[in-house]
């Protein structure tokens, strides 16, 4: 008799129910969420989860946020911005509180993930607005692992403001040599202000970028406008697209 084998169904994502123990504020439109999420089977750091919510009506609606936590800590931290018109970030970031119950699914993502150990460096982040957030997840995922693979973030916001994690940017930077932090404003110019001003262009990406000689690893997040323009930029200046990896979001906040 001859055996014969089969590929190994996947794995079914499942939902569950989490709580909430802890809110705070980032921006004036972001807030983190920190769950305690029962059986939870551990994440990469850059993946997201879906969550979804259930009207009286029994009307469902579900939205993807990357999860801004390390895989070190046993408890997920989403980072969610309000988009004014959105059906569930304002529930999110404006409604709920300690010791409520949100319903959950994931990890979700293999692709944009990035593991100290077995990935290396050098590691170039890109980031737009709220696509710090998967970026975040990965620099406190380093700083965790005590990780000393040179790293670089280039991190354009609106404003001063709505820098999210700013503070402790502020403290990563300035405790590890091997940590830059670049950041610009593009609808702010203020007095001391030691950052770039204006849009991450050619000559910005250039001159904070590693060079294609150096095999940078490159994860760009944030909206598709500039996750497009900046992998079109990276890789005119010789960077391989396999060395590059990007996750987007559009208008309503989705993945």
Same mark, same amino acid.
């Given at each position: 008799m001859t055996d014969t084998l089969t590929a190994p169904r996947p794995t079914r994502i499942m939902w569950r129910l989490a709580r909430v123990v802890q809110t705070r504020e980032e921006t004036p439109r972001a807030r983190t969420l920190v769950l305690d999420v029962p059986d939870w089977p551990g994440h990469r750091a850059g993946q997201h989860v879906d969550v979804r919510l259930t009207a009286e009506t029994g009307y469902q609606t579900q939205r993807s946020y990357s999860i801004a936590s390390p895989p070190q800590e046993p408890q997920v931290s989403l980072t969610v911005e309000r988009i004014e018109d959105g059906e569930v970030s304002p529930y999110l970031t404006d409604e709920l509180r300690a010791g409520d119950l949100l319903e959950l699914r994931g990890p979700v993502g293999g692709y944009f993930t990035w593991d100290a150990a077995r990935d290396g460096g050098p590691l170039f982040l890109v980031a737009g607005g709220s696509g710090v957030v998967p970026l975040m997840s990965m620099l406190r995922h380093r700083a965790a692992t005590r990780s000393r693979?040179? @790293?670089? %973030? $280039?991190?354009?916001? /609106? @404003? %001063? *403001? *709505?820098?999210?994690? /700013?503070? *402790? $940017?502020? /403290?990563?930077?300035a405790g590890d040599a091997d940590l830059e932090i670049i950041q610009t404003l593009t609808r702010e110019q203020l007095p001391g202000w030691t950052g770039h001003t204006g849009r991450i262009d050619r000559d910005l990406l250039a001159s904070v970028a590693w060079g294609p000689q150096q095999r940078p690893l490159i994860y760009i997040c944030g909206p598709t406008s500039l996750v497009e323009a900046m992998a079109s930029l990276l890789q005119a200046q010789g960077h391989a697209p396999e060395r590059l990896k990007t996750e987007r979001f559009g208008p309503t906040g989705n993945k």
């Open positions: 693979v040179p @790293t670089r %973030l $280039l991190y354009s916001s /609106r @404003t %001063l *403001e *709505e820098i999210f994690y /700013r503070d *402790e $940017l502020q /403290r990563m930077a």
